[in-house]
C-alpha cells in the first residue's frame, strides 16, 4: 500500500442513500456561506435516476481506492454538477447559495488544468498543509462511514477551500 492510500483512506463502497446528495451539499454550502440547509434540502431535493446511477458510479470509484480512482471519481462527481443542481430547482429558498456552491464548483472544474495543479502542488508541498488536508481527509471519510453526509459534505468543503479557495475566482 503506498503512502497516499494510507494517508488517505477511502469511503466503504456501497450504494448511496437518497439523502447523500442534499446532506453532503447542505454541508458544503454550510462550509461556503455559513447557512444550514440541511433539514431544508431533505425535504425539497429530489434526485433523478440518472443522477444516481451517476453518484453510485462516482462513490464506488473513490471507494476502489488510490490516487487515480479518488481523482477520477471526484471528477464524476463535479463533471455531473448540472445533474445535482437540477435536483435543487424546487429549493428555491436557498437558491443564491446553491448557485454559490455550485459556481464555485464550476470554477475549479473549468479552470486552467496548469492552475489548478500547481494550487495542489502548492498546497501538497507545504507540510503544515498536508497534515491539516491529511486530518481532514480522515474527518471526511469517517464522517461518511457514519453517515454524516452533512460532516463530510463541511470537511470536504475544507479540503477545497484550503487548497483552492474561493478568493481565487473573485
Known amino acids: 500500500m503506498s503512502e497516499s492510500e494510507e494517508a488517505y483512506p477511502v469511503p466503504n463502497a456501497r450504494d448511496v442513500p437518497a439523502n447523500f446528495v442534499p446532506e453532503i451539499i447542505s454541508g458544503f454550502v454550510y462550509g461556503l456561506t455559513g447557512d444550514n440547509w440541511e433539514a431544508y434540502f431533505n425535504t425539497c431535493y429530489v434526485q433523478s435516476e440518472q443522477a444516481t446511477i451517476d453518484l453510485n458510479n462516482a462513490i464506488n470509484t ?14 464524476m462527481f463535479v463533471s455531473d454538477y448540472a445533474e445535482f443542481r437540477a435536483g435543487f430547482d424546487g429549493c428555491t429558498d ?11 464548483l464550476v470554477n475549479i472544474k473549468t479552470m486552467s488544468p496548469t492552475k489548478r495543479f500547481n ?6 508541498t507545504n507540510k503544515d498543509t ?5 486530518v481532514d481527509w480522515k474527518s471526511l471519510k469517517a464522517d461518511y462511514d457514519a453517515g454524516d453526509y452533512f460532516g463530510a459534505g463541511d470537511e470536504a468543503l475544507v479540503i477545497f477551500s484550503t487548497v483552492i479557495p474561493e478568493s481565487t475566482f473573485q
Open 62 to 75: 473513490i471507494a476502489a481506492g488510490g490516487q487515480e480512482n479518488i481523482k477520477k471519481g471526484i471528477e
Open 94 to 104: 436557498a437558491t443564491a447559495d446553491i448557485d454559490r456552491t455550485i459556481n464555485y
Open 119 to 124: 494550487l495542489i502542488i502548492r498546497a501538497w
Open 130 to 134: 498536508r497534515a491539516e488536508l491529511t
